[in-house]
């Protein structure tokens, strides 16, 4: 008998025992219970996205939350520069708005950190924002964006406006107001100086921590070039 067994089992019959029957069901339950999870996580993931890549973004972000990573050159020299007034200048393309975009994050974890980016008018101002929604969320969890105000605010308080400067005397409504950091997103639209010279007296800042800057990005020519 114990032959006939042997034999059976070689051959793929099952052999005349009772217990075996349960075994085998409850391993092919075993098996589709499996088999059924691993389909609804599948079913489940984002087109496109890995397995690994949530967690190694939220890792970062936790670690990190300011970390990038910069192109070698200009882009690099500008956000790195220690000076209080620097011009970004280069050919479209460069990534000039995006450093001008990322430079004010620096100080974001301060309550007391204000920010102002400007365009030369509402229109080239929407693309600067659009860019700025695909950015700032990645770096500072709980950043929300205010069309009304038109600023961000940072989950430290922090805060930063971009607006858009049509006329010269459009300055004049930041008069009292003081900033840590001013941003002029090609700068060579504007004809005069004027709104440069005037921001600059609006740089200010009490917390020995945050240094005050004025940046510019510019691409060649332009009524102020």
């Not at 089992?9 to 409850?26: E, L």
């Not at 005397?169 to 100086?193: A, C, H, I, M, W």
Request: proline share 8%; glycine share 6%; aromatic share 10%.
């Amino acid at each position: 008998k114990e032959i006939d067994r042997m034999q059976s089992n070689r051959t793929g019959i099952m052999p005349p025992k009772p217990k075996s029957m349960p075994k085998k069901k409850r391993a092919s339950k075993k098996k589709s219970s499996t088999h059924q999870l691993k389909k609804e996580v599948i079913e489940s993931k984002p087109i496109g996205q890995t397995d690994s890549y949530p967690d190694k973004e939220e890792r970062t972000q936790e670690e990190n939350p300011n970390a990038f990573r910069l192109n070698e050159g200009p882009q690099e020299d500008f956000i790195n520069a220690p000076e209080r007034e620097v011009l970004y200048g280069g050919a479209a393309g460069g990534g000039k708005s995006f450093a001008l975009l990322i430079d004010p994050l620096r100080y974001c974890q301060y309550p007391d950190h204000s920010a102002l980016i400007l365009r030369r008018t509402n229109d080239e101002l929407r693309e600067l924002i659009h860019k700025s929604t695909e950015l700032y969320p990645k770096f500072y969890r709980g950043a929300k964006w205010s069309e009304r105000k038109s600023q961000w605010t940072f989950p430290s308080g922090a805060r930063i406006w971009l607006t858009y400067l049509e006329q010269d005397k459009d300055v004049l409504r930041y008069q009292g107001q003081s900033f840590s950091y001013v941003g002029f997103d090609e700068l060579t639209q504007y004809p005069t100086s004027f709104p440069w010279d005037y921001l600059r007296s609006r740089l200010r800042s009490t917390n020995p921590e945050i240094k005050v800057y004025m940046r510019a990005t510019t691409n060649p020519g332009g009524p102020g070039h």
